[in-house]
């Protein structure tokens, strides 16, 4: 089945430890995006990836790290720098015509 | 700026009853996509539609519909004979097509939906 994948779908950690975020997608899209969302809030993007070996920050990028060395893959790192990581993250992937396709998301804990 | 305005934050209605949700943009392209998207309990955000700006045509789907008036920059969604299945967060999002960005989403914070059987 073509699709976005995201794993896993709940994640716990301690403060102070880095977490990589999966997010792969088989849909032959050249874009693909983080977003975070919080309680009652809209998405916010993080980072965003046009082609392979290439990304920019997006509205919140501080605390988070990405890599976009396969088409497939644009895993998400949060690291400890960020000071509130605690939210649901959203993947996405799109296509030239500005369409964006969303995983399932997942709920990041950090105590 | 580019901004997205969703006014209500939460409504609710009983089922078979029409609802419009409401969104307002700011944006200074000329050229630019708009969008909404479901968000069920699940979490995943559902693709309902796109528009971009040259094309003011309303647009039916089954029980949906879209309405899209530049002059007063809004793209409000109505759904007909609500069912408890559309009872979702729904998002309204903006794409301009130019600068360094494109295809980025600037969304809305969202209307929540409870339909009541």
């Known amino acids: 089945d073509g699709g976005i994948t995201q794993s896993p779908k709940y994640l716990f950690r301690k403060e102070g430890q880095n977490v990589t975020l999966s997010c792969e997608q088989n849909?032959?899209?050249?874009?693909m995006y983080w977003y975070r969302q919080d309680p009652g809030q809209g998405l916010r993007l993080i980072y965003y990836s046009q082609i392979v070996n290439d990304f920019q920050k997006g509205d919140i990028a501080e605390g988070y790290s990405v890599s976009r060395e396969k088409k497939e893959s644009f895993p998400l790192t949060v690291t400890s720098a960020q000071k509130n990581p605690t939210a649901f993250y959203l993947c996405a992937s799109g296509t030239s015509r500005y369409e964006q396709y969303f995983g399932p998301g997942t709920r990041l804990t950090v105590t | 700026a580019q901004k997205v305005t969703q006014a209500q934050t939460e409504i609710s209605v009983v089922e078979k009853e029409d609802v419009t949700l409401d969104c307002v943009y700011e944006t200074r392209d000329t050229t630019y996509y708009l969008f909404w998207y479901k968000q069920p309990p699940s979490g995943e955000l559902v693709f309902l539609i796109r528009?971009?700006?040259?094309?003011?045509q309303n647009e039916i789907s089954g029980r949906y519909s879209w309405n899209f008036q530049k002059s007063t920059s809004s793209f409000n969604f109505t759904i007909t004979a609500s069912q408890v299945v559309d009872s979702a967060v729904y998002f309204c999002?903006?794409?301009?097509?130019?600068?360094?960005?494109?295809?980025?989403?600037?969304f809305g914070k969202g209307t929540k939906l409870s339909v009541k059987p």
């Open positions: 528009r971009n700006s040259f094309d003011e």
């Open positions: 999002a903006l794409s301009e097509a130019g600068g360094g960005s494109q295809g980025n989403l600037i």
């Open positions: 849909l032959n899209h050249d874009a």
